[in-house]
């Protein structure tokens, strides 16, 4: 079945630092690429999304792009901020599943000022 | 406008006891979706109802049922509650249910077994 596997956390770092999360899927078709952001206390909030191949979602200074060839959706930022600290879910939906969604375990990370 | 609204908020239940989780989805949203998020872990996909139908349904035991209203709301049941069932539940909404469809996510109800 599908899964998807995202490094551990937690990541701490210090404001402006460059910020990279890993996450590899594994899935039978071609799907949807998303990553959420959990702020403390908080529902699941979406960030960017990719839909096929090659596609590039960005939001907020974050960045990542569809890797088909190393099933990877590696979530980057240049210059994190207090504000980044969340929990970081990255997650795929396929077609014949509607929009359920698999997420990886959940990266949490603490910027420093 | 209002996102998605989940009640209650908190509650606490023993061992055995039934519970009932309510979401309302986005105002026009007709596909609504349930996951269950244990303290550390990422959230695992319980039901999807679009049109009042059970659309998908995840590895979850038959304790678990959830139902949709002719307005689009959803109650999720769990009965027979066990310690583990513990775990904010989430609510998600969207237009309909489709692979690049984004869903939309309540605050969660954090439920405790004791």
């Known amino acids: 079945g599908d899964s998807v596997t995202q490094m551990e956390g937690p990541v701490t770092l210090s404001e402006e630092a460059f910020l990279t999360i890993n996450c590899t899927y594994t899935?039978?078709?071609?799907?949807?690429l998303f990553w959420y952001v959990q702020y403390p206390g908080e529902g699941l909030q979406l960030l960017l999304k990719?839909?096929?191949?090659?596609d590039k979602g960005s939001n907020k200074g974050f960045e990542a792009t569809y890797r088909k060839e190393t099933t990877s959706f590696h979530l980057e930022k240049g210059s994190v901020q207090v504000s980044d600290s969340a929990v970081y879910f990255c997650?795929?939906?396929?077609?014949?599943?509607?929009?359920?969604?698999?997420f990886g375990g959940g990266t949490r990370v603490l910027v420093k000022p | 406008d209002a996102g998605v609204t989940q009640s209650p908020t908190h509650l606490i239940k023993t061992r055995g006891q039934h519970v009932t989780l309510r979401c309302s989805p986005i105002?026009?949203?007709?596909?609504v979706s349930w996951y269950q998020q244990v303290l550390g872990q990422g959230p695992q996909f319980i039901f999807q109802?679009?049109?009042?139908?059970?659309?998908g349904r995840g590895n979850f035991p038959d304790r678990f049922s959830a139902r949709q209203f002719p307005n689009y709301s959803s109650e999720l049941n769990v009965n027979a509650l066990l310690l583990g069932d513990s775990a904010l539940y989430l609510c998600?909404?969207?237009?309909?249910?489709?692979?690049?469809?984004?869903?939309?996510f309540g605050q969660g109800t954090r439920l405790t077994v004791v």
């Open positions: 105002s026009g949203h007709k596909s």
């Open positions: 998600a909404s969207s237009l309909i249910p489709g692979q690049n469809t984004e869903a939309f």
């Open positions: 990719a839909t096929k191949a090659d």
């Open positions: 997650a795929l939906s396929e077609g014949a599943a509607g929009n359920k969604l698999t």
């Open positions: 899935a039978t078709g071609y799907p949807s």
């Open positions: 109802y679009y049109e009042k139908e059970e659309r």
